[in-house]
């Protein structure tokens, strides 16, 4: 433990680090920068938070004694109607989302190759380019689906690109000065995307509710019993959120180019 008192701390730079059940009192944190920061459980009296932008798993979130979770996710429903059954509860509503999927990531990778190829490479913001978002979710249909799923306990392409935060694990890829084409990159998307389509396509309501073989070995995730169901919502949420996100920059590229 460290006490703090009256310290000039700023631009200071914290990564990895452990924070859990520190005490914060006549901090300032104006212009401050979260990313992958576990804020669960956490108090706040006293703040302001004026000039805030969030973006994250928002659950359980009371602001002035309101539970403002769903009331953003009431919001969200509303702004895209297909978000809605991206939480499906039998197997032809995992085919809807899966179809609903498909269909809108074909339009945001039309999108995409509207600009100069080296802008794909370009991050936004700090966060992911275009093609490291598409390398991400490759990895994640390799975790959460071959190898959660189908038991492969290496599944691993080595364009994977798993999220920042997790730790360097022996034979997992981290490989981020990678520079793979649109077309290199939609080649390993769509395989990705395809095993997922046979999964889905095979579901019935008792394999829906079946729990997955844990996988022995170094990876992600660890070895463990998974609903079938979880992991495949997992990947639904991944898709998602990060083609929101990949629509967002691709605006912002888009400004960038003319």
């Not at 108090?43 to 769903?70: A, S, W």
């Not at 999108?111 to 802008?119: G, K, T």
């Not at 390799?142 to 999220?163: E, F, K, T």
């Amino acid at each position: 433990m460290a006490d703090f008192i009256r310290s000039d701390l700023r631009g200071s730079r914290f990564e990895d680090v452990d924070l859990s059940g520190a005490q914060l009192h006549g901090v300032d944190l104006s212009g401050a920068r979260f990313e992958g920061v576990d804020l669960s459980g956490a108090v706040m009296r006293g703040v302001d938070l004026i000039g805030v932008d969030i973006y994250g798993q928002i659950e359980n979130l009371i602001i002035n004694g309101v539970d403002v979770g769903p009331l953003v996710s009431a919001e969200l429903d509303r702004r895209y109607p297909g978000r809605a059954k991206m939480r499906p509860a039998d197997p032809a509503g995992f085919r809807e989302a899966w179809d609903i999927l498909e269909r809108l990531w074909g339009g945001t990778v039309d999108r995409a190759r509207r600009l100069p190829p080296e802008l794909l490479h370009e991050s936004v913001d700090g966060e992911w380019s275009f093609i490291e978002t598409l390398r991400h979710l490759a990895f994640a249909t390799d975790a959460w689906v071959r190898r959660a799923i189908l038991g492969d306990p290496s599944p691993w392409d080595p364009l994977d690109l798993p999220w920042d935060e997790m730790p360097d694990t022996p034979g997992v890829p981290r490989d981020r000065d990678a520079r793979p084409s649109l077309d290199v990159v939609l080649e390993l998307r769509r395989d990705r995307m395809s095993t997922v389509r046979q999964v889905i396509e095979g579901l019935t309501d008792a394999s829906l509710d079946d729990r997955t073989e844990p996988v022995e070995g170094p990876g992600w995730p660890p070895p463990s019993a998974f609903p079938v169901r979880k992991c495949l919502l997992v990947i639904l949420n991944e898709e998602w959120e990060h083609r929101l996100y990949a629509e967002r920059d691709l605006s912002a590229l888009q400004a960038r180019s003319t």
